[in-house]
């Protein structure tokens, strides 16, 4: 790969996921500010990140394409069929492309860009933004090891990273990808039923964050799995059985499964 600090990246999209990315590469001091363009439709976005960081800013997708070694497509799965028509002509042997866009294969961005080019796809989850992400990534057939390193080394700056099948990536979208709103939403009557109970938003917002943030960082650190955890608080008669079997008369677990279910389905009709 190249050397420390050399790296070029161009990110197309700078909506949350791109602008994470952007803010977690310059943050970690893996390159430089001017060797990093940037392009969106919406030019607020794009000053922001020029003010804020010192990045490039690219007038179309054509420019992007000519600076990078690296180029990130982080616009939305529906503006993609243009996206991709438009750079087919730019891209060059030695680029990586790396797709963030849900439900879109490799397979078909390769047939639209024409050629061999080297794909990496990849699903992120918003915790980038705070450095706490976890991606996933699988290889088109074009990808060498430097296409795999140069992806590595970004999705590291915002999380952990690790690689799977393509035919995973749709239920990876359901689960890690999606996955943060189903915690957020869990969140939400957590702290609603604090106030219900007579707190004030405040105090139930600071008990459920930090109940959750400890919890996740128990199950980290904690040689015993979430099961086990969860029977080690649930004591015969106790305030925690009685919830937990609240929450298995309502058939919690499936319902949960169906709705990740659901997201996957999604996912896949996306790619259609």
């Known amino acids: 790969m190249e050397q420390e600090g050399e ?107 024409g050629g061999e ?24 057939a074009n990808v060498g090891d430097i296409d795999v390193e140069r992806v590595d080394y970004v999705l590291r700056a915002v999380g952990d990273s690790l690689e799977a099948p393509e035919e995973l990536m749709d239920p990876v979208t359901a689960l890690s990808g999606t996955g943060p709103a189903y915690i957020f939403h869990t969140m939400e009557a957590m702290i609603e039923s604090g106030v219900e109970m007579g707190m004030s938003p405040e105090m139930a917002e600071r008990l459920v964050l930090q109940t959750v943030l400890g919890a996740a960082r128990l199950a980290i650190e904690s040689p015993l799995d979430t099961t086990a955890l969860r029977e080690g608080v649930t004591s015969k008669g106790g305030t925690t059985e009685a919830a937990i079997s609240h929450l298995g008369d309502n058939d919690y677990v499936r319902l949960v499964i169906d709705a990740i279910l659901a997201a996957r389905d999604r996912s896949e009709q996306l790619g259609e």
Do not use: C, H, Y
């Not at 943050?27 to 969106?40: K, P």
């Not at 799965?77 to 294969?105: C, D, K, W």
């Not at 990849?122 to 990534?137: D, K, R, T």
């Open 117 to 140: 080019p080297a794909v990496v796809r990849v699903m992120p989850n918003l915790p980038a933004m705070v450095g706490e992400g976890i991606s996933v990534f699988s290889r088109g």
């Open 7 to 113: 790296l070029r990246v161009g990110v197309i999209g700078v909506g949350n996921m791109g602008g994470a990315l952007v803010r977690g590469i310059l943050a970690r001091g893996l390159t430089s500010g001017q060797n990093v363009i940037v392009s969106d439709l919406d030019e607020k976005k794009v000053a922001e990140l020029v003010d804020d960081l010192g990045v490039r800013s690219a007038s179309d997708s054509s420019e992007v394409m000519d600076f990078a070694d690296l180029v990130v497509l982080a616009a939305k799965p529906q503006a993609f069929p243009n996206l991709l028509a438009s750079i087919a002509t730019r891209v060059r042997p030695e680029q990586t492309i790396m797709s963030i866009a849900a439900g879109v294969t490799t397979a078909s961005i390769e047939s639209s860009l």
